[in-house]
């Protein structure tokens, strides 16, 4: 008796186990799978030199803004004082050429009354015409030195012009040696350290605004007949070993173009499956952590239809 009632309950043991185990695998409504993910922005210098100040750590949240960091700025300056003194030079080239218009001007005004002077004397009979001549070819001498000042002060101004750009890229560089954070949200990642030499173009570090999320998930092709930009989503992520935590989230990218799917998918039959990448835009509660796995429901989506 003993034997047959063991076979019995390990009967209905067996059968509890297998409703079970259908009811949870009739219970996933989870639609498709994927991972969280975020725009992440790398913040670098735009000069190269030694970083004197550095005010940024991983998890913090700067302002957008906020002075992060210093790039030494010695050698920028030299360059700011060395064209400062070609710009005085370049005045001071203007400055003589005025001067030498107006003594140009006086020698004129005085070179013609001499002219008077000896047309007058040479009308007396008292000068040869030699002398005036002369006195007309200084007048033209004097005459073409003050129209070429003109063009000699338009090169100095374009020489100063010049200059005037080169102050501009200096004082640009200056205004770079201080970095400022551009995007507001959480630093993932510091890549450098006080005092040490940064490169213009390479990271100093990574940031992300968490503030919302997207899981990408992919679908199959007769799932995407069902899905558009827009439509509410249900998203589940782990609470614990059993539990689930839902948000909602809408559809904000599907692919245009089908894709193998990822290579995390280990079964062959997966793996040769063509898919469409799908990203769901989430407001992260402040649990939602970068690659975190998550699934989404599209039943709202199926229920419109």
């Known amino acids: ?107 004129r005004k005085s070179l013609k009354v001499e002219i008077q002077r000896a047309e007058n004397l040479f009308n007396d009979g008292a000068a ?33 012009a010049v200059l005037d750009q080169k102050m501009l890229q200096v004082k640009d560089k200056l205004d770079r040696c201080y970095i400022k954070n551009q995007v507001t949200g959480t630093v993932l990642e510091k890549y450098v350290e006080l005092h040490e030499m940064v490169v213009a173009g390479k990271p100093m570090y990574k940031i992300a605004d968490l503030s919302f999320m997207e899981l990408r998930v992919y679908i199959d092709a007769v799932m995407l007949s069902e899905i558009k930009l827009g439509n509410e989503v249900r998203v589940l992520f782990d609470k614990n070993t ?30 040769v499956k063509l898919v469409y990448a799908v990203k769901i835009r989430v407001k992260n509660d402040g649990y939602l952590k970068i690659g975190m796995p998550g699934e989404a429901v599209f039943g709202s989506v199926k229920d419109e239809r």
């Not at 689930?244 to 997966?270: C, D, M, Y």
Request: overall charge negative; glycine content about 4%.
């Open 1 to 107: 008796m003993k034997n047959k009632n063991n076979k019995k309950n390990g009967l209905w043991l067996f059968i509890l186990i297998f409703i079970a185990a259908s009811c949870q695998n009739g219970n996933d409504l989870s639609d498709a799978y994927g991972n969280f993910e975020a725009t992440t922005v790398f913040i670098s210098s735009d000069v190269s030199g030694k970083l004197l100040y550095l005010d940024i750590e991983e998890g913090e949240k700067p302002d957008s803004g906020k002075l992060v960091a210093i790039v030494d700025t010695l050698p920028y300056f030299f360059s700011k004082n060395e064209i400062e003194a070609q710009q005085l030079a370049v005045y001071s080239k203007l400055q003589n050429l005025d001067a030498q218009t107006e003594t140009l001007k006086e020698q």
């Open 128 to 160: 040869t015409s030699q002398t005036v001549d002369d006195l007309n070819g200084r007048l033209n001498v004097l005459n073409s030195r003050i129209r070429s000042i003109p063009v000699q002060k338009q090169s100095v101004k374009s020489e100063a």
């Open 242 to 271: 059993k539990e689930n935590r839902e948000l909602h989230g809408k559809v904000s990218w599907i692919s245009s173009q089908a894709e193998f799917t990822p290579k995390i998918i280990q079964t062959k039959e997966e793996r």
